[in-house]
């Protein structure tokens, strides 16, 4: 066994080792299912982090950056991080009132409705499921790279791998686990593209080498590699599917169950909305990082097949070997990360909201949820078995699901009096089939659609229409008034002068480092060199501001700074009225 195999190998264990000892602290439906309600900060953003950056991340959009488009991915200013803050003030914090176990029973007790839940428990099951399906894949395929096993044996490790601790320990195990992946793929991301930018001889070489490679001249462009043989003709119609995708990957942080579940865990509302402003810190500083990396991967060879393991091949051979064999723990921990939390919310669903076990034996629904995760995750290893892997276009598609399908019902769930019952099931429904459907047909070539028609911006508006069509059709019941006024009634706990000056520590950090530290660091370490490399600087010398990648470098400012100010502003009208904070935030 060589040191590679031998630290995944290791990783696991401690995984499987924690997440067991935690499954024995299992008691009730309330530890399998939130974790007791009693979650830390660090525990709440170390699973939103560790579920989302998946082999979507490490493999899928890193191979993408790598291949074609590793200029605006890290150019971008990681707008859909965002959700996280508008879902914490907008949707989590009230989630986290309801007192529900699963998303689902959240919609089916909003609208006193059996059949939203199970609507919703579908959705999850079929969507999450072909989530699983992608990341457990990604796990086979790290492992089969690194080891003597095949595919299909390395399939059934990796989910044996997350299976045998989720399956037992539910939510407890899977924070917990989660959490120390995250400590892991982020100090091995930040590590090695210290170690690459340094070996390489610098950014300003790094950059200068790949405007070089003629068959990839526009990597490093604001736009990436556009035209015929790729997905988007011009930079405009590569500019739409980004904010397009961005705006979908912003409502899923909002409201999508393996973000907005996080918070139903959480330990009072202030660990809601300090967790989610530093999840979004995060996953924004990854993100570059981890896209980055992608991009200079091309130096040391910008012919790798598929692109997909193009970090695998840079870890075996652009990096010391320990630090080498600590990016491949760090990717695998990711992957196993996404893994167990999807198993866990399609076995939560699965047992919990779409009708199939009804006793209020809390013992026997226990067992049963932990047989019901069993079926699940057996479930998605044939799915594996069948299905060839197509990492990063199915976890696109996945998402946006959830943006098209929840996001117009989940957002005016708290903040509408009049969707009723009705508008939410058809609204749901809608948004789902306006979604899937369309986009099937442009998979299988029968359909082409511009990019201002993207499935989830049809999907997005049928569900948005047909929810305020039906709504005016339909009449509110006395018992949706009166979930909804409860869940806008404060917690009295909740306020109070020295949790708010703590909370709002966050968003005044996400101003400082977002706002103003990373745009000027990309336009200093990335945007100077790529202009000086491709000729466009001024006459005099300097930076041209008249340009994509110079436009994108304001903008980050722009977002991060509104944002920050905007839930300062938010945060303490909404919990400390007293007052603690200068004037200007509290007139915002």
Do not use: C
């Not at 579940?261 to 810190?281: K, T």
């Not at 699965?350 to 069993?374: A, K, P, Q, W, Y």
């Not at 100077?528 to 501001?545: I, K, V």
């Amino acid at each position: 066994m060589d040191i590679y195999t031998a630290a995944i190998a290791v990783s696991i264990l401690v995984y499987i080792v924690i997440g067991n000892y935690a499954g024995r602290g299992v008691r009730n439906l309330d530890d399998y299912y939130v974790a007791g309600r009693r979650a830390p900060t660090l525990l709440i953003v170390g699973t939103l982090v560790a579920s989302v950056m998946s082999s979507t991340m490490f493999l899928g959009e890193a191979g993408f950056a790598y291949d074609t488009q590793a200029g605006p991915y890290v150019l971008f200013p990681q707008g859909a991080a965002v959700g996280y803050v508008l879902g914490a003030l907008f949707f989590g914090r009230y989630l986290r009132r309801s007192r529900t176990n699963t998303l689902a029973e959240f919609f089916g007790q909003r609208f006193n409705s059996k059949r939203v839940q199970v609507l919703a428990g579908i959705t999850i099951v079929l969507a999450l499921g072909g989530y699983l399906l992608a990341v457990t894949q990604g796990a086979a395929i790290l492992l089969a790279e690194l080891t003597d096993l095949s595919y299909v044996q390395a399939l059934v490790v990796a989910w044996l791998s997350y299976t045998t601790f989720t399956m037992y320990s539910g939510s407890r195990g899977v924070i917990l686990t989660d959490t120390l992946m995250f400590l892991l793929f982020t100090v091995a991301s930040a590590a090695a593209v210290v170690f690459l930018v340094r070996d390489l001889g610098g950014v300003p070489s790094i950059i200068e080498d790949l405007v070089a490679i003629e068959q990839k001249k526009d990597l490093m462009s604001w736009h990436g590699m556009i035209g015929p043989g790729t997905e988007w003709p011009t930079a405009i119609d590569y500019l739409i599917w980004a904010i397009v995708i961005d705006i979908s990957w912003m409502l899923v942080y909002m409201v999508s169950p393996w973000q907005s579940s996080r918070h139903q865990m959480a330990r009072n509302e202030h660990v809601v909305l300090r967790s989610a402003v530093i999840a979004a810190l995060f996953v924004a500083l990854l993100q570059v990082l981890v896209y980055g990396m992608g991009g200079i991967i091309n130096v040391g060879n910008p012919e790798i097949s598929p692109p997909e393991s193009a970090t695998i091949w840079a870890s075996l051979h652009m990096l010391p070997t320990v630090l080498g064999a600590l990016m491949l723990a760090g990717i695998m921990a990711a992957v196993l990360s996404s893994a167990s939390t999807f198993l866990s919310l399609v076995g939560f669903s699965v047992s919990n909201d779409i009708g199939i076990h009804d006793t209020d034996d809390e013992s026997r629904s226990l067992r049963f949820s932990r047989l019901m995760m069993l079926v699940t995750g057996a479930a998605a290893l044939a799915a594996a078995l069948v299905f060839p892997p197509q990492i990063f276009w199915l976890t696109t598609f996945i998402a946006t699901v959830f943006a098209s399908s929840w996001g117009p019902v989940g957002l005016m769930s708290i903040w509408s009096k009049r969707i009723t019952e009705k508008a939410a099931f058809w609204g749901m429904l809608a948004g789902l089939v306006f979604n899937v459907v369309p986009k099937f047909f442009t998979f299988v070539g029968v359909l082409e659609l511009p990019s201002y028609l993207n499935p989830v911006i049809i999907g997005g508006l049928a569900s948005l229409l047909v929810t305020l069509i039906v709504s005016r059709r339909t009449t509110v019941s006395a018992a949706e008034k009166r979930y909804l006024a409860k869940l806008h009634e404060r917690p009295a706990s909740e306020v109070g002068q020295r949790r708010t000056r703590i909370t709002l520590i966050a968003p005044a950090v996400l101003i400082i480092v977002n706002g103003f530290v990373l745009p000027i660091l990309l336009t200093v370490y990335y945007v100077l060199p790529y202009q000086r490399a491709t000729g466009t600087l001024t006459p005099a010398g300097s930076l041209d501001w008249a340009t994509g990648e110079m436009a994108l470098m304001v903008s980050w400012s722009g977002i991060w700074i509104a944002l920050g100010v905007f839930a300062i502003g938010y945060i303490l009208k909404a919990y400390d009225p007293a007052g603690v904070a200068p004037a200007i935030f509290r007139q915002s």
